[in-house]
């Protein structure tokens, strides 16, 4: 199974991933983007995150 990830080196924190999937992106205490619930938004919300990121810096990765 796939789960989105977040590279923080190439992220700019603006926060579209947060604006379009709320239940699967949050910004945390620190002020960096994590990902809170892999599959908490839908995977076509969370395509459009991937392909609306400013940064390209979230990607699908094969979870365990």
């Known amino acids: 199974m796939k789960a989105p990830d977040v590279d923080l080196s190439l992220c700019s924190m603006c926060g ?3 604006d379009l999937c709320p239940l699967t992106f949050k910004i945390n205490d620190a002020g960096y ?3 809170i619930h ?3 938004d839908s995977q076509e919300d969370i395509n459009e995150a991937i392909r609306d990121c400013r940064s390209d ?3 699908w990765k094969e979870s365990q």
């Open 16 to 18: 579209i991933c947060v």
């Open 33 to 35: 983007i994590e990902v």
């Open 38 to 40: 892999p599959y908490g």
């Open 57 to 59: 810096c979230i990607s």
